[in-house]
């Protein structure tokens, strides 16, 4: 569990060390490395890192995944499966093997991702999130080093809970509104992964405006979520991702986690100016960040109000047929060897 935002206090940097912008951000925030490339974890040391369906995809043309590769199928052969479960063991079995040398590296834990295709599923994604917390569990990776990535839709929402009460930790990804936020939070979420970047896309997209990183309606989204989450002692931590440039990351320096992929990282760590922290230690929430929700949301009430807001709608969907399709070819590529 995070720390209150009361107690949250900046880490000092050692006297003797550059100040780029990565290591100012390290002092009020938890990085998190938005990749699966195992170098640029080295590189970068960030706490946390995070894995999906697409940057699995990406690892498995790097030479260095060959011999994971190899294991993932090996392993899976001799379970007995044929056709679809062999195809879904082989990947599950991949994405741990990935996740296994990523504990290796960071110091905190990895995010492992149950299958798109189970989004409408609530007893499916318990089911292969177990299966991930077992395997994991085989290769001497205690769960508290894992959660395991559910998309925020109500049923995926509601397989979270039931993880949770079973000391299964999750992070709920896919996360483009408030509502899919509260009710992550009342059903006692580890973490969320509100996405900055595809909002702003859907806008961009949209209106046809340019915005400044404080105008920016994804950066507004986590920062509503973020003030609502302190102003009502939920400890569900908030972790915001998909970021499309460094103006969006500055803009929440100081949120409870912050995942960046490798170019991003590499542009804060050649920045030197300052700084500044933009949320948490006794700022201020500001008059227009809303930190009430209407009521406690049941299935409803959660589907109306998702239904209300066509990016949400448009960039869950979008993101869940993205997701799916990155598994199939990951499959596809899996029993190509």
Not at 59 to 86: D, F, H, K, T
Not at 117 to 135: G, K, Q
Request: aromatic share 6%; net charge negative.
């Amino acid at each position: 569990m995070i720390v209150s935002e009361a107690n949250t206090s900046d880490r000092t940097l050692p006297q003797n060390m550059t100040s780029n912008k990565l290591e100012q951000l390290k002092t009020m925030t938890d990085v998190v490395a938005d990749t699966g490339d195992i170098e640029a974890m080295r590189a970068y040391k960030p706490l946390d890192a995070t894995t999906n369906p697409s940057l699995l995809l990406k690892a498995v043309a790097i030479p260095a995944y060959q011999p994971l590769l190899a294991q993932a199928r090996r392993e899976a052969a001799g379970c007995g499966l044929s056709g679809q479960a062999l195809a879904h063991e082989c990947c599950d079995r991949l994405a741990v093997l990935v996740g296994t040398e990523i504990t290796r590296i960071v110091p905190g834990r990895v995010s492992t991702e149950v299958d798109a295709r189970l989004s409408f599923d609530t007893d499916a994604t318990c089911e292969r999130a177990r299966r991930l917390i077992d395997l994991y569990a085989a290769q001497g990776v205690e769960r508290d080093r894992v959660l395991i990535k559910i998309a925020s839709t109500w049923e995926g929402i509601r397989a979270a809970e039931t993880l949770e009460n079973e000391g299964i930790n999750c992070n709920l990804t896919l996360l483009f509104s408030f509502e899919q936020a509260v009710a992550c939070a009342e059903a006692g979420a580890y973490l969320i992964s509100p996405f900055v970047g595809r909002i702003f896309d859907w806008y961009v997209k949209t209106t046809g405006e340019n915005y400044t990183p404080a105008e920016d309606p994804g950066v507004q989204s986590v920062r509503r979520i973020y003030h609502y989450y302190k102003t009502n002692g939920y400890d569900t931590v908030v972790m915001g991702a998909s970021f499309r440039n460094t103006g969006q990351i500055e803009a929440l320096a100081g949120c409870d986690r912050l995942t960046i992929s490798p170019g991003l990282l590499a542009e804060l760590a050649d920045d030197s100016a300052a700084l500044e922290r933009a949320l948490g230690s006794g700022r201020g929430i500001c008059a227009n960040d809303d930190a009430t929700a209407e009521s406690a949301l049941d299935e409803k009430a959660f589907r109306w109000y998702l239904n209300e807001d066509a990016m949400a709608t448009e960039k869950l969907a979008e993101g869940i047929r993205i997701f799916a399709a990155d598994q199939k070819k990951l499959e596809t590529a899996l029993a190509a060897g």
